[in-house]
């Protein structure tokens, strides 16, 4: 079946009676049908999910995973929660956008609040969309602002602005009236915005909508609703052949330091485990409510939802207590899942992507004009299962603040089909050749060709210095380098 082609701007006289989707009801799975309105665009967005097996939740994994695409190579721009986010919300890569972390003065939402005037909200309500926030928006929201601040470009917003991460106990700013809930169940937050979400899809009416639905889950400390308590009480974080790394000898500096986790850090890592887990069967549920919320109110058939995360998390592989910020895949691949008119079930895409393509892809759904200085690719083509020229490497990139000695140094990441290349501000390097080393047990900087390693490092610059439409150049540009190096 053809992927629609939408009308650049939404007009009331195209609203049609929209086809039921028999997708939820359990019907054999089929590519959803076209309404000649352009389509609802909702982006669920957790926080810190790591590539985790999405089967254990029940609903994300039948009604998004059975009834969509699969992306199996996406990628975060940074693996950080506030830079990605910034990323997401204008399609430009760390060193454009320059939130380079959580908190002032290198990043936060202080950082961020000069360029709320082009965002993919303000992109999608010129294209005569209804737009919505709900849940976190950006770290510091809304410090140097008033607690009843909404930025540009939404008509309905619902937004933590105290304890962010407790899901107790938070003050919300709900559209500009500031709300303070307890401790209650129906205080949790998953659920609070869950409720929001749907009253927000039933009351739109004949206007197309585009939600960005962030829950906090399943982000430390990893509350979870008193429902899902007994869930998930002999899991362990998975043991994959990284989890507590041996041999890190050529490994740079920061890694070589680690020390072997003890008894107790892996207890803490499966309790740890456990609880995220947990926490995500209250998005799981969100993501059930919502879909019924949907197709009750006749509007499944005409919605793309997309499902992913800021950014991953790592869980004691390479001697890393739990966390985040490392050039690993742990941490910077992530989920990414696609149903919606013209999708295919049950189907996979192993482009690479990145999470700087998002906002150009609702974009191009909705009929927008992404401005200039957006540098994703609109992954509408790979959708509609055309074989299209696609980029061959993506960028990751991460900046090391005073505040966070932590943290790995800053790097950038040129990530192919095959190899993981890393330049370190420090000038150490690591490269893995993932169909061979796909845990990342094996650095081979220092080994391998060093044709290969300069084309790597050649190809990288050229993406750490793109800006722009020049992004795109840059992607083709790097396709010619790589033509030496085998993939």
């Known amino acids: 079946m053809p992927f629609p082609r939408k009308p650049r701007r939404w007009c009331p006289w195209l609203a049609v ?5 028999t997708a939820f009801s359990g019907a054999a799975a089929q590519p959803q049908r076209a309404s000649t309105r352009p389509p609802n665009v909702v982006l669920i967005l957790t926080d810190d999910l790591d590539s985790t097996d999405l089967q254990r939740f029940p609903n994300i994994w039948n ?3 059975q009834q969509g695409a699969v992306f199996s190579r996406f990628f975060a721009t940074n693996p950080w929660c506030c ?4 990323s997401i919300l204008r399609s430009q890569y760390m060193h454009s956008h320059q939130v380079e972390s959580n908190r002032p003065p290198t990043g936060g939402f202080p950082k961020f609040r000069t360029l709320e005037e ?19 928006y950006l770290n510091q929201y809304p410090l140097g602002a008033s607690r009843h601040y909404i930025p540009p470009g939404w008509d309905r917003w619902a937004v933590p602005v105290t304890r962010l991460y407790q899901e107790y106990g938070y003050a919300l700013n709900d559209d500009g009236s500031v709300t303070q809930h307890g ?3 129906e205080d949790y937050l998953e659920d609070v915005l869950s409720h929001k979400a749907d009253e927000f899809v039933s009351s739109s009416g004949d206007q197309p909508f585009f939600l960005y639905l962030a829950p906090v889950a399943p982000h430390q400390p990893a509350n979870y609703a008193p429902r899902h308590a007994d869930a998930f009480q002999d899991e362990v974080a998975p043991r994959t052949p990284s989890f507590d790394e041996q041999d890190m000898s050529a490994e740079p500096l920061w890694l070589r330091e680690k020390p072997p986790l003890t008894p107790k850090a892996v207890r803490r890592i499966d309790e740890l485990h456990r609880d995220r887990m947990r926490a995500m069967l209250g998005v799981d549920d969100m ?7 949907l197709e009750q109110s006749g509007q ?9 995360s800021d950014n991953g998390f790592h869980l004691g592989q390479h001697r890393l207590h739990p966390g985040k910020t490392t050039p690993f895949e742990e941490d910077i691949r992530i989920p990414m899942v696609v149903r919606g008119p013209g999708v295919t079930p049950g189907s996979t895409i192993d482009r690479l992507c990145s999470t700087v393509d998002l906002a150009p892809t609702f974009a191009e759904l909705g009929g927008a004009t992404p401005p200039s200085f957006a540098e994703g690719r609109s992954l509408v083509p790979i959708l509609r299962g055309e074989d299209v020229p696609w980029r061959d490497a993506v960028l990751v990139e991460f900046f090391q603040p005073p505040y966070a000695p932590y943290a790995a140094p800053s790097y950038s990441v040129l990530r192919t089909e095959r190899y993981s290349y890393v330049e370190y501000g420090t000038g150490e390097r690591q490269l893995y050749d993932l169909a061979t080393d ?12 060093p044709h290969q390693v300069d084309t790597f490092s050649a190809r990288l610059a050229l993406l750490r210095s793109c800006s722009g439409a020049t992004c795109r150049i840059a992607d083709a540009e790097s396709r010619a380098l790589l033509r030496a190096v085998p993939r």
């Open 63 to 65: 009604l998004l995973v």
């Open 118 to 136: 082009s965002t993919i909200g303000t992109w999608m309500r010129s294209a005569g969309y209804r737009t919505g926030l709900l849940g976190k």
């Open 287 to 293: 993501v059930g409510s919502l879909v019924s919320t």
């Open 183 to 185: 401790y209650t169940p």
């Open 17 to 21: 009676a929209l086809l039921m989707c």
């Open 83 to 86: 830079p990605s986010r910034s």
């Open 438 to 449: 796909p845990y990342e047990l094996r650095n081979v900087a220092a080994t391998a060709d």
């Open 300 to 308: 499944l058939a005409n919605t793309y939802i997309f499902f992913t």
